[in-house]
T-cell receptor, first 115, second 111 residues
Framework: GAVVSQHPSRVICKSGTSVKIECRSLDFQATTMFWYRQFPKKSLMLMATSNEGSKATYEQGVEKDKFLINHASLTLSTLTVTSAHPEDSSFYIC???????????FGPGTRLTVT | GENVEQHPSTLSVQEGDSAVIKCTYSDSASNYFPWYKQELGKRPQLIIDIRSNVGEKKDQRIAVTLNKTAKHFSLHITETQPEDSAVYFCAAPYNTDKLIFGTGTRLQVFP
């Protein structure tokens, strides 16, 4: 149980294009999902909290117009990196929390490379 | 807000020895403390967690202790094996839902 999938696992895109990353909870309902960014050999940096049916809450310093988050159902949240630039290249990981429990479970991550 | 500090940043041990990683937190309202293991290029995996109503929890070779008064909690791994080598992160909650992560500890277990 508590499986979270993330797609795609890797993506390479050109500067100026947009990329959508999907995060799905496969065997539980997640009223809340979280999006993190991780730089090499660094910790997980929370970008935003995604709540089903409402607007995402962004952490300080994260541009909401650049990182669009949609949480349309209890099992799916999407992160769209708009007008990507090379500095957006990173490892993006989502996590999902079962609404009945404390635990958060992570997706496998998406490595984004912007050329 | 919540601030989580983690030490040490790197830890090398001989196979069979014990490893201890320590974290401190700042928000006295925090009541849930998970530990994650992350292997290179992979997702963080929840390995053990503790709630604030207990002081210690064990799962085979892994244990976590919590001192609410001092606001610190520790991960203990006994009889370490090479496959325990990874980066370990502690975390503490902020604003009920969010987890704030420590800076991570790179554990290397030498055979």
């Amino acid at each position: 149980g508590a499986v979270v999938s993330q797609h795609p696992s890797r993506v390479i895109c050109k500067s100026g294009t947009s990329v959508k990353i999907e995060c799905r909870s496969l065997d539980f309902q997640a009223t809340t999902m979280f999006w993190y960014r991780q730089f090499p050999k660094k910790s997980l940096m929370l970008m935003a909290t995604s709540n089903e049916g409402s607007k995402a809450t962004y952490e300080q310093g994260v541009e909401k117009d650049k990182f669009l988050i949609n949480h349309a159902s209890l099992t799916l949240s999407t992160l769209t990196v708009t007008s990507a630039h090379p500095e957006d290249s990173s490892f993006y990981i989502c996590s999902a929390r079962d609404y009945r429990r404390y635990e958060q479970y992570f997706g496998p991550g998406t490595r984004l490379t912007v050329t | 807000g919540e601030n989580v500090e983690q030490h040490p940043s790197t830890l090398s041990v001989q196979e069979g020895d014990s490893a201890v990683i320590k974290c401190t937190y700042s928000d006295s309202a925090s009541n849930y403390f998970p530990w994650y293991k992350q292997e290179l290029g992979k997702r963080p995996q929840l390995i053990i967690d503790i709630r604030s109503n207990v002081g210690e929890k064990k799962d085979q070779r892994i244990a976590v202790t919590l001192n609410k008064t001092a606001k610190h909690f520790s991960l203990h791994i006994t009889e370490t094996q090479p496959e325990d080598s990874a980066v370990y992160f502690c975390a503490a909650p902020y604003n009920t839902d969010k987890l704030i992560f420590g800076t991570g500890t790179r554990l290397q277990v030498f055979p």
